[in-house]
């Protein structure tokens, strides 16, 4: 079974701090990307990583930056958190070796409050 | 560009009764097609995918989906709702290789 895991399920952070989100999946995949999901508005792009050290800008980047330093690992940061990324941050792989019908797997997500 | 448009932010049925969720797409090239399911605190899960080797597809728990091109549309249906249906349910669609999703359905169930 596919498992993508996220270092933490709840987060409550405040204002400013330097907030660092977790995610390892254990299938080898080369791709990964990190969501945000708030009600009505669905899941947004924030950051994906084709391998190892690359990355790209999604549809909201914001704010945020990314580093994929192991391909089992990929961290977002938020380096100077404030109240609107409150929000639950999903993590996803997937392999591209198949091309675009491969499925994306997707972690527990870690819901944030910023104070 | 690619997009989704899934008509109906909740949907109520009564159990037993047929569940229906739209999913309209717009797409310049043949689309692949993903639905997902997510449920109370937890990741999403894939419930189908169209990749263009049959236009009806079917899923886990009993939905199906069926792509119609003339229609746009990859519409996600079970004959008997259960209650353990109720979650929410998210249309997606491939873009270079990125998923681009709509913006939710949540499925009540009534008892």
């Known amino acids: 079974d596919v498992k993508v895991t996220q270092s933490s399920r709840y987060l409550v952070k405040r204002t400013g701090e330097k907030v660092f989100l977790e995610c390892v999946q254990d299938m080898d995949h080369e791709n990964m990307f990190w969501y945000r999901q708030d009600p009505g508005l669905g899941l947004r792009l924030i950051y994906f990583?084709?391998?190892?050290?690359?990355?790209e800008k999604g549809d909201i980047p914001e704010g945020y930056s990314v580093s994929r330093e192991k391909k089992e690992r990929f961290s977002l940061i938020l380096e100077s958190a404030s109240t609107n990324q409150t929000s639950m941050y999903l993590c996803a792989s997937r392999s591209p070796r198949t091309g675009p019908q491969e499925t994306q797997y997707f972690g527990p997500g870690t819901r944030l409050l910023v104070l | 560009a690619q997009s989704v448009t899934q008509l109906g932010s909740h949907v109520s049925v009564s159990e037993g009764a047929l569940v229906l969720l739209r999913c309209n797409y717009s797409?310049?090239?043949?689309?692949?097609l993903f639905w997902y399911v997510q449920y109370p605190n937890q990741g999403l899960q894939l419930l189908l995918k169209y990749t263009s080797a049959a236009t009806l597809v079917k899923g886990i728990n009993g939905f199906e989906a069926e792509f119609k091109k003339s229609e746009t549309s990859f519409h996600l249906t079970k004959p008997s709702a259960h209650m353990s249906d109720a979650a929410e349910y998210f249309c997606a669609v491939d873009s270079s290789y990125k998923l681009i999703f709509g913006s939710g359905t949540r499925l009540l169930v009534r008892p």
């Open positions: 797409s310049s090239v043949p689309p692949y």
């Open positions: 990583s084709y391998d190892v050290k690359m990355k």
